[in-house]
Every structure is written in structure tokens, then in C-alpha cells.
T-cell receptor, first 116, second 112 residues
Framework: DTAVSQTPKYLVTQMGNDKSIKCEQN?????MYWYKQDSKKFLKIMFS???????INETVPNRFSPKSPDKAHLNLHINSLELGDSAVYFC???????????????FGPGTRLLVL | GESVGLHLPTLSVQEGDNSIINCAYS??????FIWYKQESGKGPQFIID?????DKRQGQRVTVLLNKTVKHLSLQIAATQPGDSAVYFC???????????FGSGTQLTVLP
């Protein structure tokens, strides 16, 4: 069974559309994350939730809105998609019991978003 | 701001040789370090981590060395295999941060 899963794996859409990416983890972790990886492979944290509460919200356009219906799910909704949103988006989770980010994060397979 | 960086963006090694991937960090408060491997088309996968109260940690075919004096971290892979070809990331965290900060990645290519 996949520990951290994301859907869809590929997403091709037109500028201006609204889209969502779903993430689920079956590890029983309390903390979940969204990262954006650009074409140069740089990984940047976008959001972090601990037990459904937002704890990290980096400088991300407010067109991006995370939603956590329960601690096993963290979805990412993107409004009014722009060309620059094209990237690979990774969901991750960690146990959440250790103070700060000092614990192993487990990543999903990624969602490849292409905005045309 | 604080950053985590790698000395070399690409590294090519012969199959069977040892690989060393380096990472420099600038945050003197960093106390947790982790290496990830990302194969093409996949998400980053945990390799090994180390806390600042240690200077060396070994796993299966991998060793992480931490030099806090010069703020340097390295990942050594013994007897490199074709399956080791991937992008390797170092990441760090400090007590006040609630996140990992990732370096820019090194592409390791294993030559036959």
C-alpha cells in the first residue's frame, strides 16, 4: 500500500482554470506538507498542517488554498492558474511528534502540473 | 536568509566506485540534517539523517558526515550501483523552524 498518495499524477490545464490536487497518507502521521518543485529541481515548502491546523504558510499567492478535512488528507486547491504555476507538487507527511521540522518526512509521488 | 547549498550540481562515478556528495549550510542553529534521494519521476525518498550531537552516522552502504565547525555535510555511498543514479538533496532544520529547508540537489550518474 502506498504510504503517501496523490491524485492526479499529471494535470494539464488552461490558464485561468481552477484545479485541485488531493493527498492522502495512511501512516497515521499528524503533520502534512505541500512542496513545489521547479524545473531546476528546487524544493520549496508551501504549507504545513498539524492535525488539521495550518502551521506553516510560506509566501504563496492566495490563489493557493490548502484544505485538510482530516489529519490523513491535505488537498491543494489552485484558483486562476497561471503559466508560472507549472511545476511538480509534492505532498509529504511526518509523525508530528518532534518539535520543529526535525523529523523524517515521507513524500508522495508528485503531481506534474502543466498550465498552457 | 539562511540557505542550504551543494558544491556540485552533477557528479558522475564509475559503477563500483565510492561517491561523495557534499552540502554546505549557513545556519549555525541547524541541528538536524537529512539526505533524500529522488529518482526520475518519483518523490524524494529518505536515505539517512543525523542530529548535530553526532558527527557520523552509517546506514546500509551510506554514511553521513557532519562537520559543524565548517558547516559541511556529506553523503558517502559505497560501491555505487546503477540504481543509485538520482538527484540527491540535503535538508536541514533548526530548533526554531518547523520545516525542512532543502538544498538545490546534486544529480548523481553512475557510469557502466
Amino acid at each position: 500500500d502506498t504510504a503517501v498518495s496523490q491524485t492526479p499524477k499529471y494535470l494539464v490545464t488552461q490558464m485561468g482554470n481552477d484545479k485541485s490536487i488531493k493527498c492522502e497518507q495512511n501512516l497515521g502521521h499528524d503533520t502534512m506538507y505541500w512542496y513545489k518543485q521547479d524545473s531546476k529541481k528546487f524544493l520549496k515548502i508551501m504549507f504545513s498542517y498539524n492535525n488539521k491546523e495550518l502551521i506553516i504558510n510560506e509566501t504563496v499567492p492566495n490563489r493557493f488554498s490548502p484544505k485538510s478535512p482530516d489529519k490523513a488528507h491535505l488537498n491543494l486547491h489552485i484558483n486562476s492558474l497561471e503559466l508560472g504555476d507549472s511545476a511538480v507538487y509534492f505532498c509529504a507527511s511526518s509523525q508530528g511528534g518532534v518539535a520543529g521540522g526535525r523529523e523524517t518526512q515521507y513524500f508522495g509521488p508528485g503531481t506534474r502540473l502543466l498550465v498552457l | 536568509g539562511e540557505s542550504v547549498g551543494l558544491h556540485l550540481p552533477t557528479l558522475s562515478v564509475q559503477e563500483g566506485d565510492n561517491s561523495i556528495i557534499n552540502c554546505a549550510y549557513s545556519n549555525s542553529a541547524s541541528d538536524y540534517f537529512i539526505w533524500y534521494k529522488q529518482e526520475s519521476g518519483k518523490g524524494p525518498q529518505f536515505i539517512i539523517d543525523i542530529r548535530s550531537n553526532m558527527d557520523k552516522r552509517q546506514g546500509q552502504r551510506v554514511t553521513v558526515l557532519l562537520n559543524k565547525t565548517v558547516k559541511h555535510l556529506s553523503l558517502q555511498i559505497a560501491a555505487t550501483q546503477p540504481g543509485d543514479s538520482a538527484v540527491y538533496f540535503c535538508a536541514e532544520s533548526s530548533g526554531s523552524a518547523r520545516q525542512l529547508t532543502f538544498g538545490s540537489g546534486t544529480q548523481l550518474t553512475v557510469l557502466p
